[in-house]
């Protein structure tokens, strides 16, 4: 049995980042993984592949369609779907490999396997060789991860019927992709297949899409979207997918009842939510156990079981990778015994369609049911110079202010760049500034980021360039 200060069960976001602040912090610690490669689904399945497509599959459009032409760039692209999953898995296996270099750093032992909880500071570790390892550690850190949530009547084979991970190697271009559930997979994945060819179709249980999402920046990306042949069935469900041959038939109905209709595809996308993954974890051992919804409650990252914490999307709050390493490092700063908070408030959501969705804070919907004065300081990107000469002009930056102290309480930008540029808000929320804070720092022309300026002048009335 080898004894650590600290062992990390899962290599994703949560868990790697975890292990990497202990080794920095000089605790010994071991991260157990049972996949081949380190980075979780952020890494492997998730973030990075995804981006890798959405990125190459952006220039393709750009140079196929109207927009490199409309530049003076005549060009005629031939996709090589081949290539372009090449290309995104030796980015992929670069950074995975890169997560090893960190483990070598930071004094972190990878150990290989999937583990297990075995009773109070104990981790078995069984490795694909079929051995038993054991581990003995005073703190362990859950960092588990999630699964796909699986749709009853719609099995998954990721053939025919796929998950995200199966729409991220597809070895050709659908005819026609059907996604179910229009939330950030669905308008990410079904982007990139819409771009290279495919005609894309999402229902959606719903009467919107993104639930969650500012109202108004949600009916904005749909508007976008559905201006760029990505067709949208909101309030249906589907009722059950038969695989035929090369075809899926898939029965839909209206949400709130009504006539059943059979639509075909060649491939369908569930996207309806992710899980969190707790399968074999042994938490009976110490006594542990999952809500309703399958989830690891906490208290400040802390279990109900002493030395046991929890992190990332095994337990609450959104399931993404930032949000897991926050809690990761305020996690093992609380087991060295610092101070540590996460800032739930200022962790931000992006969407990476185009025009891009960037979020922080409360929205307009949230701000209204507490009953919460606001003003709102808005300023269109069709006014921004910088998305003038790029003919980006869709979307906008949205400032949500605190109506007496003019405290900065949600921003919600659809727009070019706007992944790159919600960082600023999320530094001004942090430091709890005023709209008037952003509106008084002076920002390069001609950038994008002259928005951000221009709307936070706005809650104040004094918007200068619309
Ligand atoms: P995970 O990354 O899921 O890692 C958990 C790891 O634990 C896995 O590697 C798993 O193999 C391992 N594990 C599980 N059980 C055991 C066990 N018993 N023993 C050993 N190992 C175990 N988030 C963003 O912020 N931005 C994005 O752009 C983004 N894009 C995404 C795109 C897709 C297609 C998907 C599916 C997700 C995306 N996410 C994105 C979400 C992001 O991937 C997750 O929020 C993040 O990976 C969560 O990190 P985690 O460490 O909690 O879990
Ligand atoms: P999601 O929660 O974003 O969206 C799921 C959608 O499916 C919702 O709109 C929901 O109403 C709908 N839905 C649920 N059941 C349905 C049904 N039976 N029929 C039709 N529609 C149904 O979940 P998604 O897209 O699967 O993503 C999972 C998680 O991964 C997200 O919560 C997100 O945190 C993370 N992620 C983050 C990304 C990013 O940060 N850019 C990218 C991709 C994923």
């Given amino acids: 049995m080898t004894a650590y200060d600290v062992v990390v069960i899962g290599g994703g976001p949560g868990g790697y980042n975890a292990a990497i602040r202990a080794g920095q912090l000089g605790l010994k610690v071991a991260c157990v993984e049972g996949r081949e490669t380190l980075g979780g689904t952020c890494l492997n399945v998730g973030c990075m592949p995804s981006k890798a497509l959405l990125h190459a599959s952006e220039l393709f459009e750009a140079a196929a369609g109207k927009e490199f032409a409309s530049l003076g760039i005549e060009v005629k692209p031939k996709l090589n779907l081949t290539q372009m999953m090449r290309q995104k898995d030796e980015s992929v296996a670069g950074l995975t490999k890169g997560i090893e270099f960190l483990f070598r750093k930071n004094k972190v032992d990878w150990i290989k396997g999937w583990?297990?909880?075995?009773?109070?500071?104990?981790?078995?570790?069984?490795?694909?060789?079929?051995?038993?390892?054991?581990?003995?550690?005073?703190?362990?850190?859950?960092?588990?991860?999630?699964?796909?949530?699986?749709?009853?009547?719609?099995?998954?084979?990721?053939?025919?019927?796929?998950?995200?991970?199966?729409?991220?190697?597809?070895?050709?271009?659908?005819?026609?992709?059907?996604?179910?559930g229009a939330g950030v997979i669905g308008l990410e994945l079904g982007s990139v297949w819409r771009r290279l060819g495919s005609e894309v179709t999402v229902v959606e249980y719903l009467d919107r899409i993104c639930p969650g999402l500012d109202d108004e920046t949600a009916k904005t990306l749909q508007r976008a979207l559905s201006k760029q042949g990505m067709r949208f069935k909101l309030g249906s469900k589907v009722g059950g997918a038969v695989v035929k041959g090369k075809s899926v038939?898939?029965?839909?109905?209206?949400?709130?009842?009504?006539?059943?209709?059979?639509?075909?595809?060649?491939?369908?996308?569930?996207?309806?939510?992710?899980?969190p993954y707790t399968q074999g974890l042994g938490l009976e051992s110490v006594g542990l156990a999952t809500d309703k919804r399958g989830m690891l409650i906490?208290?400040?990252?802390?279990?109900?079981?002493?030395?046991?914490?929890?992190?990332?999307?095994?337990?609450?709050?959104?399931?993404?990778?930032?949000?897991?390493?926050?809690?990761?490092?305020?996690?093992?700063?609380?087991?060295?015994?610092?101070?540590?908070?996460?800032?739930?408030?200022a962790i931000p959501s992006v969407i990476y369609t185009k025009p891009e969705v960037a979020c922080v804070g409360q929205t307009e919907e949230q701000l209204k049911a507490q009953g919460r004065a606001y003003r709102v300081g808005k300023f269109?990107?069709?006014?921004?110079?910088?998305?003038?000469?790029?003919?980006?002009?869709?979307?906008?930056?949205?400032?949500?202010?605190?109506?007496?102290?003019?405290?900065?309480?949600?921003?919600?930008?659809?727009?070019?760049?706007?992944?790159?540029?919600?960082?600023?808000?999320?530094?001004?929320?942090?430091?709890?500034?005023?709209?008037?804070?952003?509106?008084?720092?002076?920002?390069?022309?001609?950038?994008?980021?002259?928005?951000?300026?221009?709307?936070?002048?706005?809650?104040?009335?004094?918007?200068?360039?619309?």
Avoid at 136 to 149: F, L, N, W, Y
Avoid at 265 to 274: H, Q, S
Wanted: net charge negative; charged share 20%.
């Fill in 115 to 180: 583990g297990k909880l075995a009773g109070a500071g104990r981790v078995q570790v069984a490795a694909a060789d079929g051995s038993l390892l054991e581990l003995q550690a005073k703190d362990i850190v859950i960092a588990t991860g999630s699964e796909p949530t699986p749709l009853p009547g719609v099995d998954i084979d990721n053939q025919r019927i796929l998950d995200s991970t199966g729409a991220l190697s597809l070895p050709e271009v659908p005819k026609h992709l059907v996604v179910i």
């Fill in 380 to 466: 269109p990107f069709t006014a921004n110079s910088r998305a003038k000469i790029n003919h980006e002009t869709e979307g906008f930056v949205k400032v949500l202010a605190d109506e007496r102290t003019d405290e900065i309480l949600g921003v919600h930008m659809v727009g070019p760049s706007v992944s790159e540029m919600i960082g600023e808000y999320c530094v001004a929320m942090e430091f709890a500034a005023s709209s008037e804070d952003i509106a008084l720092v002076c920002h390069p022309h001609p950038t994008r980021s002259e928005a951000l300026r221009q709307a936070a002048m706005g809650v104040e009335g004094w918007i200068m360039q619309a």
């Fill in 249 to 275: 038939e898939l029965t839909l109905e209206p949400s709130a009842g009504g006539e059943s209709q059979i639509v075909e595809c060649d491939y369908v996308l569930v996207a309806i939510g992710r899980r």
């Fill in 298 to 345: 906490n208290e400040h990252h802390q279990t109900s079981v002493p030395g046991a914490w929890v992190i990332g999307d095994v337990t609450s709050g959104l399931m993404l990778a930032h949000k897991a390493e926050d809690e990761a490092i305020a996690c093992i700063e609380k087991i060295a015994g610092k101070a540590a908070e996460v800032n739930y408030n």
